[in-house]
């Protein structure tokens, strides 16, 4: 028995099959009745939409066979999926790949076998529909020119599916943005009305002290709804398609300078050390209101996460085809089940500050958003009770 070799693009071919997110899931009529016409218009016994994982094939839909699953080694549509069309093998006995396959020498008792890739639109194979057979045969010109378009219908049907998926998903995130948003404009504001009845309750028995101590109390909460507006702003700007991509060469010093002038009273107010650590001749190219924006709200999650007498440094480095834009923090750092949702951009609700700050995880999905329009990346690193370093990685 031979079995197939991995396809050269395996990393790239597994990924786009993991964005269906349809490995182990039930039956559907959808995909039966295409696995049914399938069987009917080839004339066979069996018929399978097959999905080739890491080690084994699953079915999404099975006619005249009652198996989920088999492994990859032993799969027809392992090789199927390493060619550029249709993969027929006539007779799998007299076939020296298959003549010794535990499918044929055992049940099902292969010897016909014609398998269609699954073709994503990003041309990567994820699967096969496929036609299998227990006496030799082959398909006429119809038949295989029928099995290309129902491939092909089992394709949009996914795509459908993963599209439908992600319209769910957008519109509970919205939801959940709203109800979020509209809480932490709702904090501010109360707290800001509290502030301004004291000081007007206790009029002139202030002194100097507790009137600065009041406006500076009073600064922190309208900086908190300046910059929550803020982001609400691009984001809308963003789902609107309203957002224009201008990319322009930028001094580093320059950009630095614009995102952490805002922050100045947020670092003052918790005794945070600000440091950089780039070559002062060092320029990117981008968007400049995107990085800017990107960069203030990924400092401002690190100025969240670091309790008082804190450091954050602010660096640039160019790696190979890359500018890489960290900020670096003194903070309590993530466990490797909190950074590993981190990294795979689960949505979650946002973590409560050293000092109880609060927010809406918007802006961290602003800043990722802002680094695919440049298609880059963020990337994060972290370690529980010494901080975290999250890096703007931006194609040259």
Not at 259 to 279: G, H, N, Y
Not at 350 to 376: D, K, M, N
């Amino acid at each position: 028995m031979v079995s197939a070799p991995l396809p050269p693009n395996e990393p790239e071919r597994l990924a786009a099959l993991r964005t269906y997110k349809i490995l182990d899931t039930d039956f559907e009529e959808d995909y039966d009745a295409l696995c049914r016409l399938a069987a009917t218009i080839c004339g066979t016994p069996m018929a399978l939409i097959s999905l080739i994982d890491r080690d084994r094939q699953w079915f999404k839909a099975s006619v005249g066979l009652g198996v989920r699953e088999t492994s990859r080694d032993v799969a027809f549509c392992a090789h199927a999926i390493n060619q550029g069309g249709l993969f027929e093998v006539p007779d799998a006995a007299e076939d020296g790949r298959f003549v010794d396959n535990p499918l044929v020498v055992g049940e099902p008792k292969i010897r016909y076998y014609a398998g269609q890739p699954l073709i994503t639109p990003e041309g990567l194979a994820i699967g096969t529909l496929c036609t299998i057979d227990q006496v030799p045969r082959v398909l006429s010109p119809t038949q295989r020119e029928a099995l290309d378009i129902l491939a092909r219908q089992v394709v949009a049907q996914l795509e459908l599916r993963k599209a439908l998926a992600d319209l769910h998903h957008l519109n509970a995130d919205k939801d959940r943005f709203v109800s979020v948003i509209a809480h932490d404009l709702r904090s501010p504001f109360s707290g800001l009305l509290g502030l301004i009845d004291l000081m007007r309750g206790q009029g002139d028995s202030l002194d100097r002290e507790e009137i600065f101590r009041y406006i500076a109390m009073i600064h922190q909460g309208l900086y908190r709804l300046y910059n929550l507006t803020e982001n609400l702003l691009k984001w809308a700007l963003l789902e609107q398609g309203k957002m224009s991509f201008q990319p322009e060469e930028i001094p580093l010093f320059a950009l630095f300078d614009e995102v952490v002038a805002p922050l100045s009273d947020a670092l003052t107010q918790k005794s945070l050390s600000l440091a950089f650590d780039f070559d002062p001749n060092l320029e990117v190219r981008g968007d400049r209101n995107m990085l800017e924006a990107a960069l203030r709200n990924l400092v401002s999650n690190a100025v969240k996460f670091t309790p008082s007498e804190g450091r954050i440094t602010l660096s640039g480095t160019v790696a190979p085809g890359n500018w890489v834009l960290s900020v670096t923090d003194t903070g309590r750092g993530m466990d490797a089940q909190e950074l590993a949702r981190l990294q795979s951009g689960e949505r979650n609700p946002s973590r409560p500050g050293t000092e109880g700050e609060q927010g809406t995880g918007l802006g961290l999905t602003l800043a990722r958003q802002f680094a695919s329009r440049h298609g880059g990346r963020i990337d994060f690193t972290s370690e529980v009770g010494k901080g975290t370093t999250a890096s703007l990685i931006l194609p040259f």
